[in-house]
């Protein structure tokens, strides 16, 4: 039962949580309909088995990751969402795994397919893995209390 104000609105926090809770629940449908129309966009063309070099090729492989990235972190976004309340996460854990499971879900699939466009920019993995990697360990520690 959410924890309300005098004014019989739900407290602040009580409101922050469930605000939070509900952008991921959102952007899991979201990450859910990017994979959806990844998958339709690349199906496309995966008949040609020169597309991207090949089906083994760095760049036909990131292209796949980034598909199936989409649906991972939508996942895990949706799981967040439906978990928080039963784990009895609030505060600074929501805080902290929210944003990061977010950012997460917005920069694994945009790092696959600029790393497939240019393989330099592989380098940019690591900001999806750490902001994902915090968003698991907040919800962990969270958890833990």
């Not at 509900?22 to 199906?43: C, D, F, K, R, S």
């Not at 496309?44 to 972190?73: E, K, M, N, P, Q």
């Not at 466009?117 to 750490?130: A, E, Q, S, T």
């Amino acid at each position: 039962m959410p924890v309300e104000s005098s004014a019989g609105r739900p407290a602040p926090l009580e409101y922050t949580v469930v605000a939070m809770t509900t952008t991921n629940l959102l952007a899991g449908w979201v990450g859910m309909l990017g994979g959806v129309l990844a998958g339709a966009i690349a199906g496309l063309f995966f008949h040609r088995d020169d597309w991207l070099g090949g089906y083994g090729s760095h760049r036909r492989r990131l292209v796949r990751l980034g598909h199936i990235s989409f649906f991972g972190l939508g996942f895990l976004n949706l799981l967040f969402a439906l978990t928080a309340a039963p784990l009895r996460l609030a505060g600074t854990a929501v805080a902290i795994a929210s944003p990061a499971l977010l950012a997460g879900a917005a920069t694994m699939p945009a790092c696959c397919y600029l790393a497939a466009w240019r393989k330099p920019l592989r380098h940019l993995f690591p900001i999806p893995v750490l902001a994902v990697l915090t968003g698991v360990l907040a919800i962990l520690w969270g958890g833990a209390r």
